[in-house]
């Protein structure tokens, strides 16, 4: 890569080789500007290829691995010029792949699912002194937070859990995009090291350190995103990740580094209730993450309760 990289180089104006030193040396955890490079003659190996392959991941191969991120005037066709488009590594991510992950051996006993009680996304925080204890289920989903959320002018909710209690508030997305982590010397979006809590089992603290940059959410044409920023897995279920027609559970590993689809607007559309095998019906808007830990069929966790640090984004339903 060596000879490709420097006559790239020298394409760059001074400015834009800062703005790739500085992307470098952060690892993305400051958000650097777009790093233009003229469009030449169709080459064997793209900008953005050449550079993603240099300081991110040596095994990529072809253009159409990568995803760039909400943040990218490139992604958007934003430059205003089709003679140039953007080269930053950290302006990508790659396309996770849409399969289950390997199963680790037959899982341990089931725990019986507790009674249809109130929702995840309801009820008093941990914070707020009476921790609302969920079910290991979800009834249908809650029309009154859909007119409180287009209400609100926002387009998702975001709770995070611990186990099974809720810690702090929903917190309200009004911008496209939305970045959740843990705790950064700076950064902006839904800290989770802001939000307290009593008494944190050891298991829970462990995760915790593990969410670091966390992740990025964002609405994008057609459905939502999330990119993994953390340098650990974060796995996913929502009703539009398996196979049309599926009522069961599908959770999805996503490594550091990439980007899946999360919710598909048009397929949800004529989703009637998701079932997840144990748990009951779940309101077929909302998505569940977990940080470092998976759960389903695959791991000992049948359930995303059991998981250390989850989050669970409530979507608005488009009008």
């Given at each position: 890569?060596?000879?490709?990289a420097?006559?790239?180089?020298?394409?760059?104006?001074?400015?834009?080789?800062?703005?790739?030193?500085?992307?470098?040396?952060?690892?993305?955890?400051?958000?650097?500007?777009?790093?233009?490079?003229?469009?030449?003659?169709?080459?064997?190996?793209?900008?953005?290829?050449?550079?993603?392959?240099?300081?991110?991941?040596?095994?990529?191969?072809?253009?159409?691995?990568?995803?760039?991120?909400?943040?990218?005037?490139?992604?958007?066709?934003?430059?205003?010029?089709?003679?140039?488009?953007?080269?930053?590594?950290?302006?990508?991510?790659?396309?996770?792949?849409?399969?289950?992950?390997?199963?680790?051996?037959?899982?341990?006993?089931?725990?019986?699912?507790?009674p249809?009680?109130?929702?995840?996304?309801?009820?008093?925080?941990?914070a707020?002194?009476?921790?609302?204890?969920?079910?290991?289920?979800?009834?249908?989903?809650?029309?009154?937070?859909?007119?409180?959320?287009?209400?609100?002018g926002?387009?998702?909710?975001?709770?995070?859990?611990?186990?099974?209690?809720?810690?702090?508030?929903?917190?309200?997305?009004?911008?496209?995009?939305?970045?959740?982590?843990?705790?950064?010397?700076r950064?902006?979006?839904?800290?989770?090291?802001?939000?307290?809590?009593?008494?944190?089992?050891?298991?829970?603290?462990?995760?915790?350190?593990?969410?670091?940059?966390?992740?990025?959410?964002?609405?994008?044409?057609?459905?939502?995103?999330?990119?993994?920023?953390?340098?650990?897995?974060?796995?996913?279920?929502?009703?539009?990740?398996?196979?049309?027609?599926?009522?069961?559970?599908?959770?999805?590993?996503?490594?550091?580094?990439y980007?899946?689809?999360?919710?598909?607007?048009?397929?949800?559309?004529?989703?009637?209730?998701?079932?997840?095998?144990?748990?009951?019906?779940?309101?077929?808007?909302?998505?569940?993450?977990?940080?470092?830990?998976?759960?389903?069929?695959?791991?000992?966790?049948?359930?995303?309760?059991?998981?250390?640090?989850?989050?669970e984004?409530?979507?608005?339903?488009?009008?």
């Amino acid at each position: 890569l060596k000879p490709a990289a420097h006559a790239l180089f020298k394409k760059l104006r001074d400015e834009e080789l800062e703005l790739l030193v500085q992307a470098v040396e952060s690892r993305g955890a400051c958000e650097s500007g777009c790093i233009w490079v003229p469009r030449g003659p169709k080459q064997t190996l793209p900008p953005q290829v050449l550079l993603c392959r240099l300081y991110r991941w040596p095994d990529l191969r072809q253009p159409h691995e990568l995803k760039p991120l909400c943040y990218c005037a490139g992604g958007r066709g934003g430059c205003g010029d089709v003679a140039a488009l953007c080269c930053n590594p950290h302006h990508f991510s790659r396309l996770a792949p849409l399969r289950a992950p390997e199963g680790r051996g037959p899982p341990r006993a089931r725990c019986p699912p507790a009674p249809l009680a109130a929702r995840p996304g309801h009820g008093h925080t941990a914070a707020g002194g009476s921790a609302r204890q969920p079910p290991l289920c979800s009834p249908p989903p809650d029309t009154s937070l859909s007119r409180s959320t287009v209400r609100d002018g926002c387009w998702c909710k975001l709770a995070y859990w611990e186990h099974r209690t809720r810690v702090g508030r929903l917190y309200a997305v009004h911008e496209a995009s939305v970045n959740v982590f843990c705790e950064l010397p700076r950064g902006s979006g839904f800290c989770l090291g802001q939000l307290p809590a009593a008494h944190r089992s050891r298991a829970v603290r462990r995760a915790r350190g593990k969410i670091g940059r966390g992740l990025l959410l964002s609405r994008e044409p057609g459905g939502v995103w999330a990119y993994n920023r953390s340098e650990h897995p974060i796995f996913v279920s929502s009703p539009t990740l398996g196979p049309p027609g599926a009522r069961e559970l599908a959770v999805l590993k996503v490594l550091p580094g990439y980007s899946v689809k999360v919710f598909d607007y048009e397929r949800a559309g004529g989703a009637g209730s998701w079932r997840l095998p144990g748990e009951g019906p779940c309101d077929p808007h909302s998505v569940r993450i977990s940080f470092a830990k998976g759960w389903g069929p695959c791991y000992s966790r049948q359930f995303i309760t059991s998981c250390p640090c989850w989050l669970e984004v409530l979507l608005n339903r488009p009008r």
